[in-house]
């Protein structure tokens, strides 16, 4: 099996590395032998982060080992040659204050240590690409000496200055400067990494990282300022501010999207290349900007001391131009800045220390929608003609999986491969879905469980259907899938599924229909009472969606939806609403073509309405009664009624439609009153009047009396 050695698997980049490669199919070895306990005391320990890879990481294998030991490196080395198709080298002793302690224990482990690496996979796995993460303090203190102005809450590089625009590149020099025991060690480490790429030819890729961040960081005073500085703001500990003012610049960069830029080096890797690698001008903070955040994410004042001294060799303003990297890798795409960084740390510190605290994310929920325009077709070259479309089902809505389906088949040559998300559809019910489809070709079904991923994180929530969160976790039921399209089962398509597929996203997370012509009293209403600007939002019936992206979501859905339980009124939609709130592209409105609210819609854009039913693309029943199979007289009910009976579920819910039918009229009374010959109806504003010798007997709204049985249930009364 092909294997990714990792050293420092327990640490904060060596974990997500971990999961990540394992999650893309790989066997792990990990060697780590928690000597940042040692380095920063017990608290500061990453034993737990290996249980948990040895918990749940199937093909894991951990080695407890010092990365200065080489003979127990050979073993290793040597038990895996052959199948090694990477090498991660994250071990390190991370801190400048630790280093002068213990100068040679810095070298060892940092200098030596990464010898030792590069030499492991030259003997044993030559061709093995090799990925080192270096720091940007092999700069030493030569950043300080650049022009810098002092401002309110941050010291910035001046204007005029070529770094002011997008930061610092990989040619400063790394001569005749102060770096610090721990600088230097790591310059060692950095130029043996380039140099076994440039003089053997080895791939190896060095990235100079600025503060690295993320859900699993073990922060101490000495390493780690971001997660530090939430540990203290959160337990209410004093917190030290080393010099600078607190003004000194980091660029916070999240594992996520670090481990996303070796995935693209991995795959494409180049001989001894050094990448400055970090927030760069897109995520970068002064400690005062951090605090402020904070302070508002937790709603408190921060208990912070101001020193006077700052510490050897640290920088008074870092911003990393990351154009190098982002040259030779034009796909790889930044998915976090500092404000999300802050609100996940703040959300899983408050979590990890039992503290209700946390305020919320503060995601621009509420505030109306920023254009980002509609999305267009990809060029057609571009375009796949076969793709993932997700549905989510559970037995009682099968047969509406199956209308959905052969109507999508009806009007495509595309290959769809199909993913249901499911909660207990019987095998009876599989079998009909795809006998259903029968007659074509173009497709593939898989059934997927979504019970197991709702109901483990869900533990609270146990009157809910899984499926009404399924959307939350296509991103884990699909780990290979990059794009997918979902769709809600009540959906049938006139066009052809593809022009759909292939619009372009430009790089947001999803694409939704914006309803900018109804106001839902949803769950922003109760955010933002204040707020008198529109509470519109996006359906989510129709979504494109960039998994990469969804995914790093999934823990925000899972937090917001516990937080928000009681409030929520649209289930996961209101959810998605909050979280990419002007973080999506638009649909054209003819991709989600509501039946639901079409006299709103027909009213705010009547020609636009006249233009999508000349050419019908799909159409949506949205909304929980205006259902061809449960009236009479549902809008376009025809184009599903013809699908309907080209399934073998017809029969099923043709009777359907018959129960809600009467169960509705039954309620008024009206299914024996529609029957009587002498009964008169008569249309009034808004109302129907049932009169006998001219006397009113019973009056119903309009919208009753089209639900009523009024028509009978042949299918020539189908409209
Ligand atoms: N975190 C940052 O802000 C930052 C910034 C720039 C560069 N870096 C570099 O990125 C790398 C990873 O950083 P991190 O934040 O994940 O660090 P981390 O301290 O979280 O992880 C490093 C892991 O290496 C292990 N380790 C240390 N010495 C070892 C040894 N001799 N043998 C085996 N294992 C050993 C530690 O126990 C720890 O689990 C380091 O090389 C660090 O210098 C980190």
New binding site residues.
């Given amino acids: 099996m092909k294997t990714i050695i990792i050293?420092?698997?327990?640490?904060?980049?060596?974990?997500?590395a971990a999961k990540f490669w394992h999650e893309k199919g790989y066997n792990i070895v990990g060697?780590?032998?928690?000597?940042?306990?040692?380095?920063?005391g017990k608290e500061?320990?990453?034993?737990k982060?290996?249980d948990e890879h040895r918990k749940n990481l199937k093909n894991y294998q951990h080695f407890?080992?010092?990365?200065?030991?080489i003979a127990l490196l050979v073993r290793i080395f040597k038990e895996y040659s052959g199948e090694i198709a990477g090498v991660i080298?994250?071990?390190?002793?991370?801190s400048h204050d630790w280093a002068a302690r213990e100068p040679s224990t810095d070298f060892?482990?940092?200098a030596v240590?990464t010898l030792n690496m590069l030499e492991m996979t030259r003997l044993y796995a030559f061709d093995a690409p090799f990925i080192?993460?270096?720091?940007?303090?092999v700069y030493g203190d030569t950043p300080n000496s650049l022009p810098l102005v002092e401002l309110e809450t941050r010291w910035e590089i001046d204007k005029t200055h070529p770094y002011f625009e997008k930061g610092i590149d990989e040619t400063m020099s790394l001569d005749n400067s102060k770096h610090s025991i721990?600088g230097a060690s790591?310059v060692a480490?950095d130029i043996m990494v380039q140099e076994y790429g440039k003089y053997f030819g080895m791939k190896t890729g060095v990235?100079?990282?600025?503060?690295?961040?993320?859900p699993?960081?073990?922060g101490t005073e000495l390493?780690?300022?971001l997660a530090y500085l939430v540990h203290c703001a959160v337990a209410k500990k004093e917190y030290n501010i080393f010099g600078y003012k607190g003004k000194q610049v980091r660029d916070?960069i999240h594992?996520h999207d670090l481990i996303n830029a070796f995935w693209c080096f991995f795959n494409d890797p180049k001989e001894g290349e050094a990448y400055n690698m970090?927030g760069s001008r897109h995520s970068n903070i002064s400690m005062l900007e951090a605090i402020q955040k904070i302070e508002s994410l937790l709603d408190c004042k921060m208990n912070y001391t101001m020193l006077n001294d700052p510490r050897i060799g640290d920088h008074i303003w870092y911003v990393s131009d990351v154009t190098k990297f982002q040259r030779d890798y034009p796909m790889w795409k930044y998915e976090y800045d500092c404000g999300r960084i802050l609100e996940e740390m703040v959300a899983n510190e408050c979590e990890k220390q039992g503290n209700s605290g946390f305020k919320g994310y503060s995601f621009n929920a509420g505030r109306g929608k920023k254009d980002q325009g509609f999305a267009k077709p990809l060029p057609r070259e571009q375009w796949l003609d076969r793709f993932p479309v997700v549905l989510a089902s559970n037995d009682s809505y099968a047969s509406f999986v199956a209308t959905t389906l052969y109507s999508i088949l009806e009007n495509t040559e595309s290959f769809v491969e199909f993913y249901i998300l499911e909660d207990a559809i019987t095998s009876r019910n599989k079998k009909k879905i795809s006998e259903s489809l029968g007659k074509f070709k173009n497709w593939s079904i898989e059934y997927i469980d979504v019970s197991k991923y709702a109901i483990e994180r869900f533990p609270d929530i146990d009157n809910r259907s899984p499926v009404a969160f399924a959307r939350y976790f296509i991103g884990d039921a699909l780990p290979d899938k990059e794009k997918v399209l979902y769709l809600d089962c009540d959906i049938i398509f006139c066009g052809d599924i593809a022009e759909l597929y292939n619009l372009d996203m430009d790089n947001y997370p999803i694409a939704a229909l914006w309803e900018d012509f109804i106001e839902y009293a949803n769950i922003k209403k109760n955010l933002y009472p204040e707020y008198k600007g529109g509470y519109f939002s996006f359906n989510t019936g129709v979504l494109l969606m960039d998994l990469n992206k969804i995914k790093t979501y999934t823990k925000t859905f899972v937090e917001l939806t516990l937080r928000f339980q009681n409030l929520l009124k649209y289930s996961d939609q209101d959810v998605l609403n909050i979280v990419f709130d002007n973080n999506f592209k638009r649909l054209d409105y003819r991709y989600n073509f509501q039946i639901g609210n079409f006299n709103e819609f027909k009213k705010a854009y009547p020609n636009k309405a006249g233009e999508i039913m000349k050419n019908l693309f799909l159409v949506h029943w949205s909304g929980m009664e205006i259902k061809p199979w449960k009236q009479n007289r549902v809008l376009y009910g025809y184009l599903f009624w013809n699908v309907a009976a080209k399934t073998v579920f017809y029969k099923k819910i043709k009777s359907m439609r018959k129960k809600y039918i009467k169960k509705r009229t039954d309620k008024k009374g009206l299914y024996f009153l529609n029957r009587i010959p002498v009964i008169e109806k008569v249309r009034g504003e808004g109302f129907v009047s049932y009169k006998i010798f001219g006397i009113t007997i019973a009056k119903i709204t309009r919208q009753e009396y089209i639900w009523s049985d009024i028509y009978g249930y042949s299918d020539a009364n189908m409209y």
Avoid: W
Wanted: aromatic share 10%; charged share 15%.
């Fill in positions: 050293s420092g698997a327990g640490g904060l980049i060596g974990g997500e060697i780590d032998n928690d000597m940042r306990a040692y380095f920063f500061a320990s990453t034993g982060n290996v407890q080992t010092d990365i200065r030991d080298h994250t071990a390190a002793q991370p060892g482990v940092n240590g080192f993460t270096s720091t940007n303090k721990f790591k480490a990235f100079r990282g600025g503060c690295l961040t993320g699993t960081h073990c390493h780690g300022f916070n594992s970090g």
